[in-house]
């Protein structure tokens, strides 16, 4: 076992899992939302994510699975570990309830807009507290997918933790304004937005614990499946929350542009570091 390489892939999942904390800041600290750039820095991070999926993640996937069967064997046990991400993300995401849902994001300016007549309705609470739940519910496969391609590949883990780091970002306004109003204290909301950030590397720790203790450490068939499986998640998490969240944000147009430079910055990437 080769700790060094835990430590990265543990310290990649705590930067992405804590930029929650970063989008509570700026809910309190910032009078308004630049949209354009928060539509083209989403749009940026499902390019990236999208790109590195389908290009190198599923390719590592097959070239994993081609060290013990034939190409065409190889191929079907990528998509079946695609699929099966993108299904267990999903049921992640259809578990939640829609409207504790972490891709209703807010903007700042929700802050100023949302009725003063549910400050006084303790549902609100409740409200603020189990999106902070729902929100760590929503990260914890992320952790994983994030902690095993760092594990596996740190060349392409790093733009994977950048991408989900500013996507986690506006999930942190999510959770901060409803329990703002809700209490009246600012600190209460950062700290419950911060830790609802702490899920994804608890979810590298879970993947870590069913790698090195369960299975017994990596090899071509766990490669296989964890490559195709974080692929399927980062594929299926673009289209479903970054895309509609950019467009929801600024114009559709932006968010494009960000989908595009998204891809050719992480194309780009992938040549300089062969």
């Given at each position: 076992m080769n700790f060094d390489n835990v430590i990265f892939a543990f310290g990649l999942t705590l930067f992405a899992g804590l930029a929650t904390g970063i989008?509570?800041?700026?809910?309190?600290f910032t009078k308004r939302t630049n949209t354009k750039f928060l539509s083209f820095s989403l749009g940026f991070s499902a390019g990236v994510m999208i790109y590195v999926s389908l290009v190198e993640i599923f390719q590592k996937s097959v070239l994993s699975f081609s060290e013990l069967y034939s190409l065409k064997i190889s191929n079907a046990y990528t998509l079946i570990s695609f699929f099966g991400g993108i299904f267990v993300i999903a049921l992640v995401d259809k578990l939640i309830p829609s409207y504790e849902n972490p891709h209703e994001i807010r903007s700042i300016e929700d802050i100023d807009k949302v009725d003063k007549d549910l400050e006084k309705n303790r549902k609100l609470a409740r409200m603020g507290i189990f999106s902070a739940l729902a929100i760590a519910i929503h990260n914890f496969p992320e952790g994983i997918a994030t902690f095993t391609a760092g594990l596996a590949d740190p060349s392409v883990a790093l733009p994977i933790a950048f991408a989900i780091a500013?996507?986690?970002?506006?999930e942190g306004i999510a959770v901060s304004v409803p329990i703002y109003?809700?209490?009246?204290?600012?600190k209460k909301a950062f700290i419950l937005?911060?830790?609802?950030?702490?899920?994804?590397p608890v979810g590298a720790l879970f993947g870590f614990l069913i790698i090195y203790f369960i299975v017994g450490g990596i090899n071509p068939n766990i490669s296989?499946?964890?490559?195709?499986?974080?692929?399927?998640?980062?594929?299926?998490?673009?289209?479903?929350?970054?895309?509609?969240t950019a467009e929801e944000h600024g114009e559709h147009h932006i968010s494009i542009y960000g989908l595009v430079s998204?891809?050719?910055?992480?194309?780009?990437?992938?040549?300089?570091f062969m």
């Open positions: 989008g509570s800041a700026l809910a309190f500013i996507h986690n970002i506006p109003y809700a209490t009246g204290n600012r937005s911060f830790l609802s950030g702490l899920a994804e296989g499946i964890m490559f195709g499986a974080v692929a399927g998640i980062m594929v299926f998490i673009s289209l479903d929350e970054l895309l509609p998204g891809m050719a910055v992480m194309g780009l990437s992938l040549i300089l």
